[in-house]
């Protein structure tokens, strides 16, 4: 009997499964936790040189920052200059030390290690480090579940994010912290990825799209729980503190509730193992059954390796010319969400309202995706979004140039509407990435795309910083128009060159991938006429 088939038979969504969903859907918020924490640690923090008077300890360091109507630093006492220089005796001089006004944050890592002017730029790096964690993280956290088990990587997981929350805070040397930045990114993808796949493999067939909204949905909702601590904790130290507890938690959780997926110990050849659990699963949802090594049988599948991929994807012109357009959409994806999910702290306005805008827009655009893809067509509802959250990227051009500054409440909108649709094509990436592509490539391109959305969120740390870099007309809206340019020009491409795969079969082989066409209307007739023969015979 296939490991499925004895899934259901045992309770393919029972009260054991319902149980290992929740717990497990708690594991995602950290991910929401540690990745968007450095909005917070990492946030715009305002400042000012330090005067002579307050080196000579005749003035609080902690004053508060005033700044004119047209946002140049007021000093007290006859001085004046900027956020970096100030003037003494008639000269201009860089500034050595500065004051942080308190207002917003008591103290970040901006305010720690004074990485503001000439090192202002270092946040980029520091986003890097934690791109960088995503992207090694992607790369070997299927390997290392593969060969070590779901629940040790989970526990290994927990090892990593507690040396990026507790740890970290203690670390005197800004180049260290960045470091252990890396350790934060990889961490969190892997307590994205396990949990989904582990739920995924307790239930049956028909309710693992349910687990995948649940992996999201915690994922969204663990941003509220980060507004909240960031609200209350405003340095930055003890809002890592404050993440580091529930994580440490949760070691009790997986020792004690968690157990080792079954299809993993049966891949393994540990049947004993994984029958004890499937009889548990099956005493717990009321099942009485007993099963035997005998009973299953499971496939084990091997995916091609890189030479035979490339071999493969040689043959055929229209199949290289997909996956390049692919790959470049997942790059625009990656770029516009995570260059706009981490620079919330940047736009006009309270960042703790903009931070939970943010993650509204997140949280209902997640919903809307459930409005009937299949009705409308993956292709509109994935190259639509592209389109339009391009474009609405890409006006903010029009605000930077020609409006107030009062009338700054446009950039923010448009930048939200921005998000709301990367989040509605990203949904669908994996979706389509995996509809468009052969069985023996689909497994290497879904690979080949998510390292190219990952480099596209690596660049997006760096774009992220041009308007800190340069000074244009354009202000902060700079990274955002380059967003939306390069979704733009992605989501055309694929509007005009990738087929439709609504009610199409999965293409088994390159032959089949090649046969999919942009031909919808004719290819969903076909498909009801053979329903209507079926039904009729």
Not at 107 to 115: A, P, Y
Not at 314 to 321: E, P, V
Request: hydrophobic fraction near 45%; glycine fraction near 8%.
């Amino acid at each position: 009997m296939e490991y499925d088939a004895i899934v259901n038979k045992i309770g393919g969504f029972g009260k054991y499964q319902k149980m290992i969903i929740v717990l497990l859907s708690i594991a995602p918020i950290f991910n929401a936790l540690t990745t968007f924490a450095m909005n917070f640690t990492f946030g715009e923090h305002e400042h000012r040189c330090q005067t002579p008077h307050e080196l000579e300890g005749n003035e609080s360091l902690h004053t508060q920052i005033y700044f004119d109507n047209t946002s140049e630093v007021v000093y007290d006492h006859g001085y004046n200059g900027t956020e970096c220089s100030i003037m003494i005796n008639g000269s201009e001089t860089k500034c050595s030390s500065w004051v942080y006004d308190q207002s917003v944050f008591v103290e970040t890592i901006i305010s720690k290690f004074d990485v503001v002017c000439d090192k202002k730029f270092y946040r980029a790096h520091f986003l890097m480090s934690h791109y960088l964690g995503l992207l090694v993280g992607s790369i070997f956290t299927g390997f290392l579940s593969d060969t070590f088990g779901r629940k040790p990587l989970l526990g290994f997981g927990i090892a990593l994010l507690l040396i990026s929350t507790a740890v970290r805070p203690l670390i005197p040397s800004f180049d260290v912290v960045t470091i252990f930045e890396f350790f934060n990114g990889f961490g969190s993808v892997i307590y994205y990825i396990v949990p989904y796949v582990l739920a995924t493999e307790m239930v049956g067939p028909d309710h693992r799209v349910f687990v995948s909204f649940c992996v999201y949905f915690s994922f969204c909702f663990g941003n509220y729980i980060l507004l909240l601590l960031a609200f209350f904790f405003r340095n930055w130290e003890h809002l890592m503190w404050a993440i580091g507890v529930p994580i440490g938690g949760y070691i009790i959780v997986l020792l004690f509730f968690i157990s080792e997926s079954p299809r993993w110990l049966l891949s393994q050849g540990k049947k004993k193992k994984a029958i004890a659990i499937l009889q548990e699963i099956a005493k717990t949802n009321g099942e009485n059954i007993n099963l035997s090594s005998e009973d299953i049988t499971i496939h084990k599948e091997k995916n091609a390796s890189i030479f035979n991929f490339m071999k493969a994807l040689m043959k055929s012109k229209m199949l290289c010319m997909r996956l390049c357009i692919v790959a470049l959409n997942w790059f625009a994806l990656s770029l516009t969400y995570y260059g706009i999910s981490m620079n919330v702290a940047k736009f006009d306005g309270n960042i703790y309202v903009n931070f939970g805008i943010s993650s509204t827009v997140e949280t209902v655009a997640c919903f809307f995706c459930l409005l009937g893809p299949d009705r409308f067509g993956r292709k509109v509802f994935f190259c639509s979004s592209m389109v339009i959250g391009g474009l609405t990227c890409f006006c903010t051009i029009f605000p930077s140039l020609y409006a107030s500054e009062s009338l700054s409440w446009l950039t923010i909108t448009l930048a939200m509407g921005g998000k709301f649709f990367t989040t509605i094509a990203f949904f669908f990436a994996y979706l389509i990435t995996a509809e468009l592509f052969p069985t023996v490539l689909r497994a290497s391109a879904l690979g080949l795309c998510s390292m190219s959305g990952r480099i596209g969120s690596i660049t997006s740390a760096y774009i992220g910083e041009l308007d800190s870099v340069f000074s244009t007309q354009f202000g902060k809206a700079l990274p955002l128009i380059i967003f939306g340019a390069v979704g733009l020009v992605a989501g055309l491409l694929a509007a005009f060159a990738l087929p439709e795969t609504v009610k199409t079969l999965l293409p088994e082989s390159i032959k089949d991938a090649k046969t999919l066409n942009n031909n919808l209307p004719h290819e969903v007739e076909q498909v009801q006429e053979l329903d209507s023969l079926k039904e009729t015979t």
